[in-house]
Nanobody, 120 residues
């Protein structure tokens, strides 16, 4: 069984910073990529940033230059450093990962989400 657990969310004032973590655990043979998604109130879930195991990162235009994704391969953990936060960054942040487990295939897994609230 594979699990993803996010942490680090909270309430912050506009202009502040938060660092989210996503830890993968269980039977993990390989991780191909990991990503962060935001589901803002009343909106669909959207990709914020993702990173491949080779270290190649992609960002949504709305967060470029403010958010930075990184990973610790040894810990199977991904991070999202969020700087200069804005009220529109408010919502539930989910992580996902393409993980190869016992079935020798890559499957997509999701975490339970962590709430980020940015006050004006």
């Amino acid at each position: 069984q594979v699990q993803l657990v996010e942490s680090g969310g909270g309430l912050v004032q506009a202009g502040g910073s938060l660092r989210l973590s996503c830890a993968a655990s269980g039977t993990i043979f390989s991780i191909r990529s990991m990503g962060w998604y935001l589901q803002a109130p009343g909106k669909q879930r959207e990709m914020i940033a993702d990173i491949s195991r080779g270290g190649s990162a992609n960002y949504a235009d709305s967060v470029k230059g403010r958010f930075f994704i990184s990973e610790d391969n040894a810990k199977n953990t991904m991070y999202l450093q969020m700087n200069d936060l804005k009220p529109e960054d408010t919502g539930v942040y989910y992580c996902d990962a393409e993980i190869m487990s016992w079935n020798s295939q890559y499957n997509m897994y999701w975490g339970q989400g962590t709430q980020v609230t940015v006050s004006a």
